[in-house]
């Protein structure tokens, strides 16, 4: 946002950088441009290349937020979210990293969320309803309409929230459903992003879980069973219920 203290986000080069950030994507740090997004291995004539810029972005504005980009899986592009209105429906972009252009693609009332399929040509996000309900996630392709995006998954009670996101091993993407008591976990493997999402575990009264894989285990970390603090519960990824 114009005016207010500079948030930096970074990323990590292939020859250090901020211990805390990931593999792949994006993380805050010190010392460089607010809203900025940097590639992974600095240009060869010396200081990394600002890629986006939420202040730049911004100009014109009295209010600007701009929501974490994401960078896909080949690390060509990135998306980013906006909201010049203060309305909390992010319009979605998608920029080239290499040209510094944005695509024509420009998907209305997101939530902001995305994550990207492995073939770096598609992905999936989150829509709000009138009502700023995160109901409906779809599966995005480059270079075609909103209105043509498959729907993945319809969240019929509208008690409940959804999102989106890339598990840790970037193999899948995980629908959460939840409101603030209850939670259950759709998987869609990013290599086959087409498929059917899979359900991680049924939906029971007042149990949470989140899910993380590695090979061919889940981690779930849950309240089940008393856990006030959680647990990890370990589980097979072919059949974890």
Known sequence: MPGTTPRWRIRRFAGGGPAECPRRGLCRGGAVPAGRLWPRAAPALGAPLALLCAQALGEGHDYFPMGSPDVSTDETLADFGTDAKGSEFYDLRIRDLATGKDKRDK???TSGDVAWAADGKSFFYTVQDEHHRPLKTYLH??????ADDKLVHNEKDTGRFTS???TSSERFAAISIHDHETSQVLLIALAKPKLKPRMVVPCTAQIE????????????PTNAGGAEDYKPVQAPLANPA
């Open 107 to 109: 998907l209305k009332n």
């Open 141 to 146: 392709s480059l270079g075609t309409k909103q």
């Open 164 to 166: 989106v996101e890339t």
């Open 209 to 220: 879980y989140d899910v993380q894989d590695w090979q061919e285990t889940l981690t779930i």
